[in-house]
């Protein structure tokens, strides 16, 4: 199922000049890459329900079996109130474990009826934001970093623990070892206040030719 997205891709133009002022080597990866083409996800239930689903394995894997579980609803769009209304039968035949299923089920919980029922995420601050995805069974940390990137397109969010991440810093940057998150976070501290656009082009880095 395709993310709901606003019809325009935000301006990043002030993002790239800034990060490439600072940055050289980051100048020049943006260079190699093109324009910045991060725009928002506004079904946040759905981008939610497919990180869990992503949880432990292959891209491909998640993908094909968020399908299924997308295929249970009306237009492909999974809801939360929709989700609370299946079998436990009909969700693990889209391949969840027990686990997994009940994270699911906490995660439409509390979008259906809980405190993600009323939150304006706009509202919040990032870190507010991480404190409320993070009370899901399921969400930690990381999962909600991709929900302020990818859902919300707020502007200053590294994260430190994602292995693409960690292994193209090291690559552009000469580290001889993975860099630790304390060094992850003193080498970007310069891109602020654009730290999540600078984590766009080092994903985008690796699927450059030869690299």
């Known amino acids: 199922m395709a993310n709901k997205r606003l019809t325009t891709t935000p301006d990043w133009s002030a993002?790239?000049?800034?990060?490439?002022?600072?940055?050289?080597i980051m100048g020049d990866i943006i260079a190699r890459v093109g324009p910045c083409t991060l725009s928002p996800r506004t079904d946040y239930f759905a981008n939610l329900a497919r990180a869990i689903y992503s949880q432990q394995?292959?891209?491909?894997v998640a993908a094909a079996l968020f399908a299924k579980f997308a295929a249970l609803f009306p237009a492909k769009t999974p809801t939360a109130k929709g989700t609370l209304a299946l079998s436990d039968a009909d969700l693990r035949g889209t391949g969840l474990s027990r686990q997994k299923l009940a994270y699911i089920r906490d995660l439409a919980e509390h979008f259906a009826e809980g405190p993600l029922a009323t939150h304006d995420f706009h509202a919040l601050s990032d870190e507010e934001i991480i404190d409320a995805l993070t009370a899901v069974h399921g969400i930690g940390r990381w999962t909600a970093e991709m929900f302020l990137i990818f859902s919300l397109n707020r502007p200053d969010v590294f994260p430190v623990d994602d292995f693409g991440i960690k292994m193209n810093l090291r690559r552009a940057y000469g580290y001889k070892k993975m860099p630790k998150p304390r060094t992850m976070r003193r080498h970007a501290r310069p891109w602020g206040p654009w730290r999540t656009v600078g984590t766009w082009y080092l994903w985008r880095l690796g699927d450059l030719p030869g690299e």
């Open 15 to 24: 993002a790239t000049a800034h990060l490439a002022a600072v940055d050289p």
């Open 57 to 60: 394995i292959s891209g491909a």
